[in-house]
């Protein structure tokens, strides 16, 4: 069973920066496609940036030239670089992996990002 587990998530003031990672153990980290999904109180998961097994990154509108995802794959790891940071980012963020060819959505545990002054 493939396990997803983030860390980097916390607090920060509005306009700083946090990091969140997400790791994996699995041998077949390269066949998994890679993204961040988010879900403040009161709203549904949606999707935040994704990263797919050829390097093809996705965003949402909201976090265009905010957010930057990045996989390593020898070290089995995908990152979200979140930069310039809104009260309106605030909500648990979930790893999320699917495999090429497969429906199925695999999730971490999620990790809180609180943006406030």
């Known amino acids: 069973q493939v396990q997803l587990v983030e860390s980097g998530g916390g607090s920060v003031q509005p306009g700083g920066s946090l990091t969140l990672s997400c790791a994996t153990s699995s041998t077949r980290f390269t066949t998994f496609h890679m993204g961040w999904f988010r879900q403040a109180p009161g709203k549904e998961r949606e999707l935040v940036a994704r990263i797919l097994v050829n390097g093809r990154t996705e965003y949402a509108d909201s976090v265009k030239d905010r957010f930057a995802i990045s996989r390593n794959n020898a070290k089995k790891t995908v990152t979200l670089q979140m930069n310039s940071l809104k009260p309106e980012d605030t909500a648990i963020y979930y790893c999320?992996?699917?495999?090429?060819?497969?429906?199925?959505?695999?999730w971490g545990q999620g990790t809180q990002v609180t943006v406030s002054s």
């Open positions: 999320n992996a699917v495999a090429v060819g497969d429906s199925r959505y695999l």
